[in-house]
């Protein structure tokens, strides 16, 4: 059961996220083209510093979710509606927080950016309204928490990802017909007020008993509070790079740099919602069955690196020729500055187990040290290196706040206070995974000149040439390290018995 609501969360979730990620992109490429590259790079900067405003949430949706894992399975829905009427109270607070934030952001927003032809009072007032759209959708976050919990957010979903459609496709026109960022802000505004409604009417058909207004059990605030640390990190590591840009170097250069990062994120938000779909499936496992961890997190382990091989090497080879057609040779980086691009893929991805079973197994103050550690390192390596390297010294700081902090201490953690195992098995297990990425990129290296991409046609041709030589020689190698059991998940079971499926057995 765990399994299937895990690829249903993924199939309503992620799938569409993909044809609304393509639609993003070329979102982007019209307003380079009919507003104007300062707007775009504004518009950027604006995502970026949206998510600290979101900061304000503190970690509560992790720590109620968290909180829900038990109660859940021991249906006691009365324990679950005052965790969630807890969690009302603090959200409608926090809105109020976020709002206040995002007014002091939008009067000192002109200390972010170097230089621009826009003016102060047009860059405030797209800003505010970005504001607006992005923190009311707060106010309905303990219905989708519940979901999520349940293992059911597929149950809502579907919708908000069809809203997310519409929104992307209308944007495309506003820009084309009017020329105006102001329209798409406004339109974020109505999208954000129907979906919250969606969710809400869905919400109390899904769940009858659902009282909000009952008595609060606050028992979540203390993983709360040790949330704080984790999500200063992750705004640290996923937001500090548009802003360092935008500050010493300018917003065109920021428009290089998310150039790439689009597509990275994109793919790292996919691969994300692929491998955390089972998140409240794996805590509801260690709640049940704490004995199956550790088999379950080198399995998942498995698994990502499996997901990252297959997605990054040819991403490698693929992702400049696309921004040379896409936006122009101007906004292509070199060959080490796209190998770190790359690796920030790679290592999101396999990054992904450790939040997995840190938020399932609710380690969040134990693992503060290596926020901490990443904080440190990704801004003192990053405001030293822009000023020799530009953008490559930014990714190369944040490539090396990753491993030191994550890498070589989250594992250990785990293993002290959930596997109870020796740790070396894992590490064990990564070195037979990298030799099989660094084979894979030497032999395309090679065999990359078999086609001159100079049209997008020959780019898909080119692409799909080396995906499909790395997938064949990545699940060749899976199966001779005897590493490829996680298949039995994704495949159903009437064709298991089948012969061509029995290499996984």
């Given at each position: 059961m765990r399994t299937k609501k895990a690829i249903l969360n993924f199939v309503y979730d992620a799938l569409p996220q993909i044809?609304?990620?393509?639609?993003?992109?070329?979102?982007?490429?019209?307003?380079?083209?009919?507003?104007?590259?300062?707007?775009?790079?504004?518009?950027?900067?604006?995502?970026?510093?949206?998510?600290?405003?979101?900061?304000?949430?503190?970690?509560?949706?992790?720590?109620?979710?968290?909180?829900?894992?038990?109660?859940?399975?021991?249906?006691?829905?009365?324990?679950?509606?005052?965790?969630?009427?807890?969690?009302k109270h603090v959200f409608n607070i926090?809105?109020?927080?976020?709002?206040?934030?995002?007014?002091?952001?939008?009067?000192?927003?002109?200390?972010?950016?170097?230089?621009?032809?826009?003016?102060?009072?047009?860059?405030?007032?797209?800003?505010?309204?970005?504001?607006?759209?992005?923190?009311?959708?707060?106010?309905?976050?303990?219905?989708?928490?519940?979901?999520?919990?349940?293992?059911?957010?597929?149950?809502?979903?579907?919708?908000?990802q069809l809203l997310a459609f519409i929104k992307v496709v209308l944007e495309i026109i506003l820009v084309i017909a009017f020329k105006n960022i102001m329209l798409i802000l406004i339109l974020g505004i109505i999208i954000s007020i129907i979906q919250n409604i969606i969710i809400v009417a869905i919400s109390k058909k899904r769940h009858k008993n659902l009282n909000l207004k009952c008595e609060r059990d606050m028992s979540f605030w203390q993983k709360t509070k040790e949330l704080i640390p984790h999500k200063v990190g992750s705004l640290v590591a996923n937001n500090i790079d548009v802003l360092i840009i935008s500050k010493f170097i300018g917003l065109a250069k920021v428009v290089t740099y998310t150039s790439y990062m689009y597509i990275i994120n994109t793919l790292t938000t996919i691969s994300y919602k692929l491998t955390s779909a089972s998140l409240a499936g794996i805590g509801n496992l260690l709640v049940v069955d704490k004995n199956k961890a550790y088999d379950?997190?080198?399995?998942?382990?498995?698994?990502?690196?499996?997901?990252?091989?297959?997605?990054?090497?040819?991403?490698?080879?693929?992702?400049?020729?696309?921004?040379?057609?896409?936006?122009?040779?101007?906004?292509?980086?070199?060959?080490?500055?796209?190998?770190?691009?790359?690796?920030?893929?790679?290592y999101n991805i396999i990054r992904t187990i450790f939040n997995i079973f840190v938020t399932a197994a609710g380690l969040f103050k134990e693992t503060i040290i290596c926020v901490y550690l990443e904080i440190a390192i990704n801004v003192t390596l990053s405001l030293i290196l822009i000023k020799y390297f530009g953008i490559t010294g930014v990714i190369l700081a944040t490539a090396i706040a990753y491993i030191i902090s994550e890498f070589?201490?989250?594992?250990?953690?785990?293993?002290?206070?959930?596997?109870?195992?020796?740790?070396?098995?894992?590490?064990?297990?990564?070195?037979?995974?990298?030799?099989?990425?660094?084979?894979?990129?030497?032999?395309?290296?090679?065999s990359q000149n078999i086609l001159v991409v100079s049209n997008y046609f020959n780019w898909i041709l080119y692409s799909g040439i080396i995906f499909i030589l790395n997938l064949i020689i990545t699940i060749g190698y899976y199966i001779m390290i005897k590493k490829i059991s996680f298949f039995n998940r994704l495949i159903p079971n009437k064709f298991k018995d089948k012969k061509i499926f029995t290499f996984i057995k």
């Open positions: 044809v609304i990620s393509i639609l993003g992109f070329l979102r982007f490429k019209f307003i380079l083209s009919y507003i104007g590259e300062d707007v775009l790079g504004i518009y950027q900067l604006f995502i970026q510093l949206m998510a600290y405003i979101t900061f304000a949430d503190f970690g509560l949706t992790s720590a109620v979710c968290y909180s829900l894992y038990a109660p859940i399975a021991n249906n006691d829905e009365e324990k679950v509606n005052r965790i969630l009427s807890g969690a926090i809105t109020v927080i976020m709002f206040v934030i995002g007014i002091a952001l939008t009067l000192g927003i002109n200390f972010f950016i170097k230089e621009t032809s826009l003016s102060l009072s047009f860059i405030q007032i797209c800003f505010f309204m970005m504001v607006i759209s992005t923190v009311i959708t707060y106010f309905v976050a303990s219905h989708t928490i519940l979901f999520d919990a349940e293992q059911n957010k597929y149950q809502y979903i579907r919708y908000t379950k997190f080198l399995e998942y382990n498995s698994f990502v690196f499996f997901l990252a091989t297959i997605l990054c090497v040819p991403l490698y080879f693929a992702i400049s020729p696309f921004v040379s057609l896409f936006y122009g040779s101007e906004y292509v980086v070199g060959n080490v500055t796209c190998l770190l691009f790359v690796f920030l893929v790679f070589i201490l989250k594992p250990s953690i785990l293993n002290k206070h959930i596997f109870n195992d020796k740790i070396s098995i894992y590490y064990k297990d990564c070195l037979f995974y990298l030799f099989i990425v660094i084979i894979n990129i030497i032999l395309v290296y090679f």
